[in-house]
């Protein structure tokens, strides 16, 4: 199933998502699984994003229009292309100079598979950043580490929460202390698990 996500820049009526939907339903996605955003800057709440990827499941394709629809920055982008990878989600770019990307092509897998090895090269990079942070500060006789954010008890109120489907996972990701993207790392949009949510729940 092919799932569509459109977003502009502006709510004031100057940016309009007609030409990305028409885009995406000829591309052959229903136009009532297609989720939409008006937002700008990145603080903007994308609340149409959070339902999106609520309703992927493995084995479905996220479509959009261009790149940058997804993501608002190379980050941004590179995380939430992981987690669609390790959610075994596809994803299609249908527009773009030398951006379009569909994952159920050969030449689509090695696109999700360099965004994958960015993804590793930038938590490695932070991995030795931390780690180097932590032996400077035990050198000066502090303790130091951030704790961890998912735990049996924290996971199986994940899993009941997302399981109700009216809620909203950036208020859950929210109140549980954590980003959304963490949340989904453990969690599927209707409350199943993830491996890593079956890891924690099996130690």
């Not at 459109?6 to 028409?22: F, P, T, W, Y």
């Not at 995406?24 to 136009?31: F, I, M, N, R, S």
């Not at 960015?118 to 942070?133: D, M």
Request: with cysteine.
């Amino acid at each position: 199933m092919m799932i569509g996500y459109a977003r502009v820049s502006k709510a004031d009526g100057s940016q309009v998502l007609d030409l990305q939907i028409d885009a995406l339903k000829k591309a052959g996605v229903d136009e009532n699984r297609i989720y939409h955003d008006y937002a700008s800057s990145r603080k903007d709440s994308r609340p149409g994003l959070e339902s999106c990827l609520k309703a992927l499941q493995p084995g479905n394709t996220l479509v959009v229009w261009k790149l940058d629809r997804l993501g608002r920055d190379m980050k941004d982008l590179i995380t939430m292309i992981d987690d669609l990878h390790a959610s075994k989600i596809n994803f299609k770019v249908l527009e773009g100079h030398g951006a379009k990307i569909d994952t159920t092509t050969a030449n689509g897998r090695l696109i999700f598979g360099i965004f994958a090895s960015l993804a590793e090269y930038e938590r490695e990079l932070i991995r030795e950043r931390t780690y180097a942070g932590l032996a400077a500060a035990r050198a000066r006789g502090r303790k130091g580490g951030r704790p961890t954010k998912m735990d049996k008890a924290t996971l199986k109120m994940a899993m009941a929460a997302m399981s109700d489907r009216n809620a909203v996972s950036s208020d859950i990701a929210k109140r549980l202390g954590m980003t959304t993207t963490t949340l989904y790392k453990y969690v599927n949009g209707d409350g199943t698990l993830k491996a890593a949510g079956d890891k924690i729940m099996n130690k």
